[in-house]
C-alpha cells in the first residue's frame, strides 16, 4: 500500500515528542489514575505498552482450533458483522487503496483492535475493577452494562510509523487482564509469543506488518490527539465521520439563512 511519506512523518514527530518517548517504568498490579491531556504540546496521561506481540484478527473471522470463538459478534456488538457490512476479507488482494475490503464500503471503522480486558460483565452489568481502573471511566461512564471501552482511540508504532484505530473488541487470549491493558504489565497472555493486541486487516497494511515480525507499540489516546489519516475516513461509530454527516445547529441555521438569501436573490434577479 502506498502512504504519503510527510503524513508519516508529522503522525510520527507528533506522537513521539521527548516526554512521549520516555522509558515506560513498571507501575506495579495498580494502573495510575491520569487527567486528561490540556494540550499536544503536554505528553499524554496514557503510556506507551513497548514491544507488544501483535495478531491480525478481522470482522467475519471464522472459528478455528487455535481460535474457537468466531468473530460475526464482537463483545459489545452481537451483530459485528452485519453492523460492519460483510466480511472484513484480510486477503491483501481484496483490499483496496484507501485501506477497506474492495467488496463494499463498510459502515463501521475499518481501523479496529482488540484488547484483552471486558468493562462488562453482560449488558446489564458493569465490571467492579472498570470503575476502579479504567482512566477515563468516570467521565465518560452512562449507565450500567454499556461499555466505556467500546470505541476508544489508540496509536500504534511500527518501525517509525503510526496508526490510530478505534478499540472494538476483546481478546487475544483474555478479557480481565486490566494490569496490561491499563497498567505497566506485561500480558498475561503466553500463547502466540505473549500476544497482547489484535490488530484489523487495515492497521496491518497501513503500517506494513507481515510475518512473524509483529511486535508494535500502543497507547490510549484521546479524540484531540488523532491526527489527520485513514483511519478518519469510514465507520457510523467514528466521530470523525460523524462531525462531517451530522451538521450542528449552528450549521443548519447557517445553512438555512444562506437558502432564504439565495431564493430572495433569484426573486430580485427575476429567475
Not at 470482522?59 to 472484513?88: L, Q
Amino acid at each position: 500500500m502506498k502512504v504519503q511519506g510527510r503524513s508519516i512523518l508529522i503522525t510520527s514527530l507528533f506522537f513521539f515528542s521527548v516526554p512521549a518517548l520516555e522509558k515506560i517504568k513498571a507501575q506495579g498490579n495498580t494502573p495510575r489514575t491520569y487527567a486528561p491531556t490540556k494540550s499536544r504540546a503536554q505528553s499524554s496521561p496514557y503510556p506507551w505498552h513497548r514491544n507488544i506481540t501483535s495478531t491480525i484478527f478481522w470482522v467475519g473471522e471464522r472459528a478455528t482450533a487455535n481460535n474457537p470463538r468466531h468473530n460475526m459478534a464482537s463483545s459489545w456488538d452481537t451483530k459485528w458483522m452485519e453492523n460492519y457490512g460483510g466480511y472484513d476479507d484480510p486477503n491483501p488482494a481484496n483490499r483496496a487503496r484507501d485501506y477497506r475490503p474492495k467488496n463494499f464500503i463498510p459502515k463501521l471503522n475499518p481501523f479496529y483492535i482488540a484488547l484483552p480486558y471486558n468493562d462488562r460483565i453482560d449488558y446489564k452489568k458493569t465490571k467492579q475493577s472498570a470503575k476502579r481502573v479504567i482512566p477515563w471511566f468516570s467521565r465518560t461512564f452512562k449507565k450500567e452494562g454499556q461499555s466505556v471501552c467500546d470505541g476508544r482511540w489508540v496509536a500504534i508504532h511500527y518501525k517509525g510509523k503510526i496508526c490510530c484505530a478505534q478499540w472494538a473488541d476483546v481478546g487475544p487470549f483474555g478479557t480481565d487482564d486490566w494490569a496490561y491493558v491499563f497498567g505497566g504489565s506485561r500480558p498475561k497472555n503466553r500463547k502466540n509469543d505473549g500476544a497482547g493486541i489484535d490488530l484489523s486487516p487495515a492497521v496491518r497494511d497501513f503500517l506494513g506488518i507481515t510475518g512473524k515480525d509483529n511486535r508494535c507499540d500502543w497507547r490510549f489516546a484521546e479524540l484531540h490527539e488523532i491526527p489527520y489519516g485513514p483511519w478518519r475516513k469510514f465507520g457510523s461509530n467514528n466521530p470523525f465521520v460523524n462531525a462531517r454527516t451530522t451538521p450542528t445547529k449552528i450549521n443548519k441555521k447557517e445553512i438555512e439563512a444562506l437558502k432564504r438569501a439565495r431564493e430572495a436573490w433569484l426573486r430580485r434577479s427575476g429567475r
